[in-house]
């Protein structure tokens, strides 16, 4: 209370010094002001736009408590590179000796497999005070990642959710999954959120309804603890005795984020199936496999559900409606802390800091080296690399010795291989079937005349190895969408490659560095073009078993040889012979011809047969 006194307003406080009460006036009343408005802050008092209390930092829980605090940071689509970068630093903050490891999350989801490996190294964790923090979304994969963390922090614009499976085709893009096929793979999905529930103390009914459809639920609280769970339709009629409220006459607090016409969520779901774990489905299309979910869940993780029967009448008092079960549900503003899943709103470095007790708070990116893997993985960049690889290849095989190349045949396989195998994703069984293409049609292109099975069988496993590289581990574990994924990028790849095969070959002499390899006959005009004159000789200068000539360039075994006065593709019969040495020709047909070394003498005793090869071509 304050009383006046002539006209000056003065605090009746206790123990007020007479000096001091003289002073007070509007700049002792400002002086004050700031002085309560600093200890506000710096007590970690709510603020006008926090939406909550937050604990002062002298008062920071004990199991929360850190005093270095590292910081993972997910601000992307969640792939096998972000598992991979993941585990790597949750290892890097344990070594550095963090006393808590902060999830950042700012995520639209990603791959189930990537999402379900960061939740076990999660759990395994060798720092067990793992935090997530939804900075500002953590949608599909990173709502299933913040539920595997210990506590949950949000900043004031923060969602969270809508795990829902979706396909994903190579070709068309987003597409529609049958409800058998999703959930399929919604099972595992189902495992890991119960899991988190049990470890961590969130509503375990209420989680399933992030990943599966026609999970429909009212919210009911104890009247004697006061504790709040999810209950579905059979539970709350076995409760309260009568059918619960729905929609239209009650409105869900968490409307489905996506709304999928012909959802199961008006059903009621059956009793629960499965053992002592006390797993109930939460929708009903679950409950064909609630054993088998029930039995994939840590036995030692034993739910904290009660059983909700008529034996429970009178006990629990309804609280309200949550979700119609007709779409996945997104948490956002004070639903957080509504349904249990905030411990605190977090804005900032600075109120992370404060939220621990820390003294140091040190953030771990994803590095240079798992960045550029990642970029590597895309599809459209593979497709590109693969086709590289192949012109490259086919380069080198028709003009061998060019070394340039078949150098970027090796980086491209490099680039193609390398990190699929950092990330896991393939097996060592596709970087040996494409070598062992590689072989058998350098073989039949070089060595074996004709075109039969080794060549086909390089093909074949050059083919099947460029494919192998999109698929995670045996090719037995692959998904029809990995395999349709690889066959069509490799096909696409492998047209784009004969396109530029054609249009190189066509204009090889105009090409820098690669016109070194073109021989050029002296008495050829400039304009003529030598390299198809070679590819495709005129009738009367075909050559024939017998004939004589030379090594235009060193054959290893295959390369070029002046028979007569044309220049001609050939092959050594055996062995690799030098640029200059007599040749005869052993075998001849419009798609090979084969030659031997002739006892002719030295190229420099020898008649002319022809013009020399000029100075365009490359040294022995």
Same mark, same amino acid.
């Given at each position: ?188 999905? !189902? #495992?890991?959120?119960? $899991? /988190?529930?049990? %470890?961590? =103390?969130?509503?375990?009914?209420? *989680?399933?309804?992030?990943?599966? +459809? ?114 996945? !549900? #997104?948490?956002?503003? $004070? /639903?957080?802390? %509504?349904? =249990?899943?905030?411990?605190?709103? *977090?804005?900032?470095?600075?109120? +992370? ?137 490799? +096909? ?129």
């Amino acid at each position: 209370m304050v009383r006046s006194s002539d006209s000056t307003c003065e605090p009746r406080s206790v123990g007020l010094a007479p000096r001091a009460r003289r002073e007070i006036g509007p700049a002792r009343v400002i002086r004050a002001v700031m002085l309560l408005v600093f200890g506000w802050v710096a007590l970690g008092m709510p603020t006008a736009l926090g939406g909550g209390w937050e604990l002062p930092q002298g008062s920071v829980p004990a199991g929360r408590k850190a005093d270095k605090v590292a910081v993972i940071v997910i601000d992307r689509e969640i792939t096998r590179y972000t598992a991979v970068s993941v585990k790597r630093r949750l290892k890097e903050a344990a070594a550095m000796g963090a006393d808590a490891v902060v999830i950042e999350l700012d995520t639209p989801g990603g791959e189930v497999g990537a999402v379900l490996d960061i939740c076990a190294e999660i759990h395994q964790s060798a720092v067990p005070n793992t935090v997530a923090w939804v900075n500002p979304k953590a949608y599909s994969g990173g709502a299933i990642i913040a539920l595997a963390c210990r506590e949950i922090v949000v900043n004031e614009a923060a969602r969270m959710g809508d795990a829902l499976p979706i396909a994903i085709d190579p070709v068309r893009g987003l597409q529609a999954m049958p409800e058998a096929e999703r959930q399929k793979i919604v099972a595992p999905l !189902i #495992v890991e959120v119960v $899991d /988190s529930a049990r %470890r961590r =103390g969130w509503d375990e009914s209420l *989680v399933q309804a992030f990943v599966s +459809l026609g999970v429909e639920l009212w919210q009911v609280e104890n009247t004697q603890t006061g504790q709040r769970f999810c209950i579905d339709a059979a539970e709350f009629e076995a409760v309260f005795g009568t059918p619960p409220p729905r929609h239209p006459d009650a409105s869900p607090e968490l409307v489905s984020a996506r709304p999928i016409s012909g959802s199961p969520g008006a059903s009621p779901a059956p009793p629960a199936a499965g053992g002592g774990g006390g797993f109930r489905p939460a929708s009903p299309a679950l409950a064909g496999m609630a054993g088998d979910i029930e039995q994939a869940i840590d036995p030692s993780l034993a739910t904290r559900r009660p059983v909700f029967n008529r034996s429970q009448r009178g006990q629990w008092n309804y609280v309200g409606y949550v979700t119609d079960g007709n779409g996945p !549900i #997104v948490l956002a503003g $004070d /639903s957080f802390k %509504r349904y =249990g899943f905030s411990s605190a709103t *977090v804005r900032n470095d600075a109120e +992370l800091t404060a939220f621990f007790g820390a003294t140091t708070v040190t953030r771990l990116h994803q590095s240079w080296s798992e960045t550029l893997a990642e970029f590597l993985s895309n599809i459209l960049v593979r497709g590109v690399l693969i086709a590289i690889f192949l012109v490259a290849l086919f380069t080198e095989m028709t003009h061998p010795g060019a070394v340039i190349p078949g150098g970027i045949a090796v980086l491209a396989l490099l680039l193609i291989v390398a990190p699929p195998m950092i990330a896991g994703m393939a097996a060592w069984w596709t970087l040996a079937a494409i070598l062992a293409g590689i072989l058998l049609v350098v073989l039949e292109v070089l060595v074996i005349p004709g075109f039969g099975i080794p060549g086909i069988a390089g093909l074949i496993l050059l083919f099947g190895g460029l494919v192998g590289t999109f698929i995670p581990g045996a090719p037995g574990d692959a998904t029809s969408e990995q395999v349709l994924s690889g066959i069509v990028t490799v +096909l696409l790849a492998t047209v784009t490659a004969g396109f530029a095969l054609f249009f190189l070959f066509k204009h090889l002499p105009s090409v820098p560095i690669l016109n070194r390899y073109v021989l050029r006959d002296s008495g050829m005009e400039e304009s003529d073009d030598p390299l198809l004159a070679a590819m495709d000789p005129s009738p009367d200068s075909l050559v024939v078993p017998g004939d004589e000539g030379f090594a235009a360039t060193p054959l290893r075994p295959a390369g070029r040889a002046q028979i007569g006065d044309v220049i001609v593709d050939v092959v050594a019969a055996f062995g690799f012979l030098d640029q200059g040495t007599p040749v005869r020709v052993v075998s001849a047909d419009r798609f090979r011809i084969v030659v031997d070394a002739a006892g002719l003498g030295p190229v420099s005793s020898r008649p002319a047969t022809g013009p020399a090869p000029s100075g365009d071509g490359p040294a022995a």
